[in-house]
C-alpha cells in the first residue's frame, strides 16, 4: 500500500498547511510520471470557489488528493449547502460518510447519492490497477463527473492529463476556440506569444527553469480556462 492511499497522509498535509491545490505538490519537479489536474469548484451555497492546476509527481498521489481532499471538499459543500469558510479543506475518507447519509435530507439525494457512491467505488477499485490503467481510470471519473447533471450554479469538475504536451495543447486550443478569447487575450494572459509559451512547453522536461516557468505560467496565468 501506497502512503498516498492513506487518509492519515492526506491529514497530515492538511494540518501542516501544504499546499495541495496548485503548483507542484511539495515543489516536486516536473517528471515522465507527473500528472496534471485541472481543478474547479463553483458552489455559492456554501461559498466555495475554486479555480486551479496542481501538478503531482505520479498518478497514486493524485488519486489520494481527489480521494481525500477534492472530492471530500467539494461534496461536503454540495451536500450541506451551509456557508463555510473560502478556504475550507475537508478531509477524510467520504466514502464512510456517504454510506450512512440519509437521501431524503439531501435535496434529489436519490439521485446524487448514489451516483456519488458509484464514483467513490470506482476510485477505490483503481488503487489495485497499475499506473497506466490507474490514470485512465482517473480520466474517465472526471468526464463522468462532468457528464452528470448538476445543480444549477452548483458544480465540481476536475480534468486528468499525463504530458505536459496534453496540457499545453489543450490550454492553446481553449484560446484558438474561444470566440470571447483568441490568441490576443492568451498573450495578455501569458505575458507571451503563443511561439515562446511553445518553446517553453518544449524544454520543460530537459531545463529546470523552462519547467518551473511552465508550472508557474499554468497555476497563475489560466486558472480560470475550464
Avoid at 501538478?55 to 481525500?68: D, E, Q, S, W
Avoid at 481532499?69 to 466514502?95: N, S
Avoid at 437521501?103 to 458509484?118: A, N
Avoid at 463522468?144 to 486528468?160: G, Q, V
Wanted: hydrophobic letters at 40%.
Amino acid at each position: 500500500m501506497t502512503s498516498f492511499q492513506m487518509y492519515e497522509y492526506w491529514k497530515m498535509q492538511m494540518d501542516q498547511d501544504i499546499e495541495m491545490w496548485e503548483g507542484n505538490f511539495l515543489g516536486k519537479p516536473m517528471t515522465e510520471e507527473s500528472i496534471y489536474l485541472q481543478l474547479s469548484i463553483c458552489n455559492p451555497y456554501s461559498n466555495q470557489l475554486e479555480s486551479s492546476w496542481v501538478i503531482y509527481p505520479n498518478v497514486y498521489a493524485a488519486l489520494g488528493f481527489i480521494t481525500y481532499i477534492f472530492l471530500p471538499t467539494a461534496l461536503a459543500g454540495f451536500l450541506i449547502r451551509e456557508p463555510m469558510d473560502a478556504d475550507y479543506v475537508h478531509c477524510e475518507d467520504f466514502k464512510q460518510e456517504l454510506d450512512q447519509w440519509d437521501e431524503t435530507k439531501v435535496e434529489d439525494g436519490d439521485v446524487f447519492i448514489p451516483f456519488f457512491k458509484d464514483i467513490y467505488a470506482d476510485i477505490h477499485r483503481l488503487w489495485e490497477s497499475n499506473s497506466e490503467e490507474c490514470y485512465e481510470g482517473l480520466k474517465k471519473i472526471g468526464e463522468k463527473l462532468k457528464a452528470h447533471p448538476m445543480r444549477e450554479y452548483e458544480y465540481f469538475l476536475f480534468s486528468a492529463f499525463d504530458s505536459h504536451l496534453d496540457v499545453s495543447d489543450y490550454v492553446i486550443s481553449r484560446y484558438e476556440e474561444d470566440e470571447m478569447l483568441g490568441l490576443e487575450e492568451f498573450e495578455k494572459d501569458f505575458g507571451m506569444s503563443k511561439g515562446e509559451w511553445l518553446n517553453i512547453t518544449k524544454h520543460a522536461m530537459d531545463n529546470a527553469f523552462m519547467s518551473r516557468k511552465f508550472a508557474q505560467l499554468l497555476t497563475n496565468s489560466i486558472s480560470h480556462i475550464m
